[in-house]
């Protein structure tokens, strides 16, 4: 009969137990929600008194997505992501309207740089394009925005060549002698010949030489200059080189 009673005291004294458990669960969440939309209301009274701020200033804009990325949203990542964060700013197409203008710009010099641009000239040309209305941006403005590309497919992606940033918007990836091809360009101001890839490779002038051809005629990633007063024929790498306009 002990044994039996036994039992049901354990039965019991479980249920207690997991009512307990249950009751404490639902006030931390209750106490958990109360929280998150105080921060919440907080948070959106912010957004809307520096809206102005927001879109125009880097710095401001940069510190205030990590605030939101707290809560597990990005106020500037579209209406579709951004929910009612987009609604209520306005910001919700700004990442895309950037992003816009960066193909733009990707898809206007890719005649002279074959689809390879340096970061920074990246980001002069663009804010150049938006003029003194569509307020500062800068790198990390560009690669959030070149991530929102990524889905379609179009190649876009930011890669580090030589120590610098290098924006690629066609689909073919660089093979590893392209690769140090740019990064030696890029040391060199952007002009190459196969001396120099012998001399700080130890590359053979045939594996130098088929480098710098697959550049010019299968990638359109460089020009030549078969007139150089210095070496006969010289390659040019437009993506290394610095232009104004």
């Keep these: 009969m002990s044994s039996r009673e036994d039992i049901g005291g354990g039965c019991i004294r479980t249920r207690e137990f997991a009512e307990l458990s249950n009751a404490l669960s639902k006030t931390q969440i209750e106490h958990l929600?109360?929280?998150?939309?105080?921060?919440?209301?907080?948070?959106?009274?912010?957004?809307?008194?520096?809206?102005?701020?927001?879109?125009?200033?880097?710095?401001?804009?940069?510190?205030?997505?990590?605030?939101?990325?707290?809560?597990?949203?990005?106020?500037l990542a579209g209406p579709r992501k951004g929910g009612w964060w987009a609604e209520m700013l306005g910001l919700g197409d700004w990442q895309y309207e950037l992003g816009v203008q960066i193909v733009d710009v990707c898809?206007?010099?890719?005649?002279?740089?074959?689809?390879?641009?340096?970061?920074?000239?990246?980001?002069?040309?663009?804010?150049k394009l938006?003029?003194?209305?569509?307020?500062?941006?800068?790198?990390?403005?560009?690669?959030?925005?070149?991530?929102?590309?990524?889905?379609?497919?179009?190649?876009y992606q930011v890669v580090e060549i030589g120590g610098r940033?290098?924006?690629?918007?066609?689909?073919?990836?660089?093979?590893?002698?392209?690769?140090?091809?740019?990064?030696?360009?890029n040391e060199l101001g952007g002009r190459i010949v196969e001396a120099d890839l012998i001399r700080s490779k130890g590359w053979t002038r045939g594996r130098a030489s088929a480098a710098l051809e697959n550049m010019l005629i299968r990638d359109g990633?460089?020009?030549?200059?078969?007139?150089?007063?210095?070496?006969?024929?010289?390659?040019w790498i437009p993506s290394a080189m610095q232009w104004n306009e």
């Excluded at 938006?130 to 190649?155: H, Y």
């Excluded at 990633?221 to 010289?234: F, Y």
């Design 33 to 75: 929600q109360a929280q998150l939309t105080q921060f919440r209301t907080a948070l959106a009274h912010f957004a809307s008194t520096h809206r102005d701020s927001i879109r125009r200033d880097p710095t401001f804009r940069h510190a205030f997505q990590q605030m939101c990325s707290s809560i597990g949203v990005d106020p």
């Design 107 to 127: 898809v206007s010099t890719r005649d002279r740089n074959g689809g390879m641009i340096e970061m920074s000239e990246l980001v002069r040309l663009v804010s």
């Design 130 to 155: 938006r003029g003194v209305s569509g307020g500062v941006i800068d790198e990390d403005d560009v690669m959030r925005s070149i991530k929102t590309l990524q889905p379609l497919g179009a190649g």
């Design 165 to 185: 940033k290098m924006v690629r918007s066609v689909v073919k990836e660089l093979d590893d002698d392209q690769t140090v091809v740019l990064s030696i360009a």
């Design 221 to 235: 990633l460089c020009w030549i200059d078969e007139q150089d007063e210095r070496d006969g024929k010289a390659y």
